[in-house]
């Protein structure tokens, strides 16, 4: 996060950025979705970030796009899918898998797949 690297590039380099807060999504089908950003925002969370695994993991989550929606029409927050770039070994995988073939998540994966040094850089 403190390098802006990945779906944290967004934030300037020069302005404090913080995390006030984290959790699971509580598995499937992602309990801790509809609660848990109340408490982040109590704490001064401004935007919640998924964590790049809802996109890594295989599979990738089903609902992340449905979470996406619910966090920011019932809290009014931004939701950003991604904190760290795509770790390079996954990409590969997901490539040969043809996981992120379809243009939904072409979209979803944009924040954190950076390039291939970078990726590198995180396996």
């Not at 599979?59 to 390079?88: M, R, S």
Request: proline share 7%; with cysteine.
């Amino acid at each position: 996060m403190q390098n802006r690297e990945g779906a944290f590039d967004i934030y300037d380099k020069e302005a404090p950025l913080e995390i006030v807060g984290y959790t699971s999504c509580g598995g499937c089908p992602g309990g801790n979705i509809e609660y848990t950003p109340e408490e982040m925002i109590k704490n001064g969370a401004e935007a919640i970030h998924f964590a790049t695994g809802f996109v890594v993991g295989y599979q990738p989550c089903p609902y992340i796009t449905e979470f996406k929606k619910f966090i920011e029409e019932k809290y009014k927050i931004p939701v950003v899918i991604g904190t760290h770039p795509i770790p390079q070994k996954y990409y590969l995988t997901h490539s040969k898998l043809k996981t992120w073939e379809d243009k939904k998540w072409g979209e979803i994966i944009k924040p954190t797949l950076t390039n291939e040094e970078l990726r590198l850089k995180y396996d």
